[in-house]
């Protein structure tokens, strides 16, 4: 074990023991870092200055919580704030708060006793499912019913038992056929498009079974698809759909340097300027300056339909490119890639994760 964190712990048991084990406010407690190019701020706030960037599989020490903003540090800070969206907490000490509690093989109270714990026990804590713990002590891995051990950070650690619905995004640029029985030969119910989602019932190794936004169910091609888990994050009515529905308008219009004109040519920013124009909401012209001046920053975990995206395509801290978030993930943009004009595209394709730079909010 690091001195650091003896000490840390050597100050939590003082604690616990002078309050009776009412806090465990300077628990030791590690986090993992979710995604890439995650800010690290002086303050918990999306105005306060960036002091750092971490990565996807970096860890941190959380040294406490404001609100939706973890205090961390790292090897690059002594003290600094993650936006929780990026982090999980993987590992958090604990402590028993009566005696003669049961470490179990499994989430069950008839499960096989590997341990008897004490008031006081400390204990690290790796993860829950439904009101059991998965812990370990002295050694030994096991489970204990969460209502006889406390902790700060227990609330944020990943339940296992969760069971999500899972729900498939279309990644087809030309839409994907729905069909009546997974072959490619079967009949083709529908035309799911791209960006759009389906209910997933069950998965196969080369077809999914789903049901479409309108309750038909049929097959999808796995290779056209990912598969998510968890709350569908779609569009709520409003200025921000309205947007996206009108955007989604000229999808296919031509790429064209300088070019304003929704459905003669448009380059990045100039299909920005021009969709928001007929919203009578003026930004900047070029990607850079709306980037500068234009809206509010935010953090990508903090994304709803509307907001602007750009990116860093160079890598040299510049702006050179920008689109239009719209749901899940998703941002609609004027491209001059491999696929050039109005498409959609991911947020977590090999592009877009590589450059990606920073989000605004303007509306």
Not at 53 to 63: C, H, I, N, Q, R
Not at 114 to 124: M, R, Y
Not at 252 to 265: I, K, V
Not at 333 to 338: A, F, I, L, M, P
Request: glycine share 10%; hydrophobic share 35%; charged share 25%.
């Amino acid at each position: 074990m690091s001195l650091n964190k003896t000490l840390v712990r050597s100050a939590l048991l003082g604690c616990v023991m002078a309050m009776g084990v009412s806090s465990t406010a300077f628990a030791y407690t590690m986090g993992m870092l979710n995604d890439n190019k995650v800010n690290l701020r002086e303050s918990s706030s999306t105005s306060s200055n960036v002091v750092g960037k971490l990565s996807e599989g970096d860890y941190v020490t959380v040294l406490g919580k404001e609100g939706e903003w973890y205090n961390v540090s790292c090897d690059t800070q002594n003290s600094a704030y993650i936006h929780s969206d990026y982090v999980d907490i993987v590992e958090t000490d604990a402590y028993i708060t009566d005696d003669d509690i049961k470490l179990r093989e499994e989430p069950d109270d008839s499960s096989e006793i590997i341990e008897i714990l004490n008031e006081f026990d400390e204990i690290s804590v790796f993860s829950r499912s439904g009101n059991w713990y998965y812990a370990e002590f002295n050694g030994e891995k096991g489970y204990v019913f969460g209502d006889y051990i406390v902790g700060d950070f227990l609330d944020d650690l990943e339940n296992t038992e969760d069971e999500e619905s899972k729900y498939a995004v279309i990644i087809a640029e030309t839409g994907l056929n729905l069909r009546v029985e997974p072959s490619l030969e079967a009949e083709v119910i529908d035309i799911l498009p791209l960006g759009s989602t389906a209910d997933v019932l069950e998965e196969e190794e080369e077809w999914v079974l789903v049901v479409a936004p309108d309750g038909t169910e049929g097959y999808v091609n796995s290779e056209y698809i990912n598969v998510r888990t968890g709350a569908k994050d779609e569009i709520k009515d409003g200025l921000g759909k309205d947007i996206i529905e009108y955007a989604e308008q000229f999808l296919g219009t031509p790429y064209e340097w300088g070019g304003t004109d929704l459905e003669g040519g448009v380059d990045c920013s100039g299909f920005v300027y021009a969709v928001y124009a007929d919203f009578g909401i003026a930004l900047n012209r070029s990607s850079a300056s709306m980037e500068s001046a234009d809206g509010v920053f935010i953090e990508k975990a903090e994304l709803s339909a509307g907001d602007l995206v750009f990116f860093d395509n160079d890598g040299d801290g510049g702006i050179d490119h920008v689109g239009i978030y719209t749901h899940d993930g998703y941002y609609i943009h004027s491209s001059s890639g491999k696929t050039t004009g109005v498409i959609i595209s991911s947020l977590y394709d090999s592009y877009s994760m590589k450059t990606y730079a920073s989000a605004k909010r303007v509306l």
